[in-house]
Nanobody, 122 residues
């Protein structure tokens, strides 16, 4: 079993910053891509940023220049530094990881965190 536990959400005013963290635990033999997604009320879940095991990153256009994703492989943890927050960034943010649980499998399965609320007021 693999668990992803997120922290760092909250309420801020526009222009403020938050830092989200997500720690993976359990059967985490190898972790490939880790990412952050958001889901606003009435909308589909969408990717904000992702980082590969080697450190390559990708960002949605809407967050480029404002959000920074990073990871600490030794701690199986991914971070999302969010700056210059806007009311449109209000959403539940979910952590995602592609995890290979052990040597008995060569496949990576997708896991999700429980979500953390980010609310940005104008």
């Amino acid at each position: 079993q693999v668990q992803l536990v997120e922290s760092g959400g909250g309420a801020v005013q526009a222009g403020g910053s938050l830092r989200l963290s997500c720690a993976a635990s359990g059967s985490t033999f190898s972790i490939n891509t880790m990412g952050w997604y958001r889901q606003a009320p009435g909308k589909q879940r969408e990717l904000d940023a992702a980082v590969s095991s080697s450190g390559s990153t990708t960002y949605a256009d809407s967050v480029k220049g404002r959000f920074t994703i990073s990871r600490d492989n030794a701690k199986n943890t991914v971070y999302l530094q969010m700056n210059s927050l806007k009311p449109d960034d209000t959403a539940v943010y979910y952590c995602n990881a592609a995890v290979r649980s052990g040597t008995w499998t060569r496949y990576y399965d997708d896991y999700w965190g429980q979500g953390t609320q980010v609310t940005v007021s104008s």
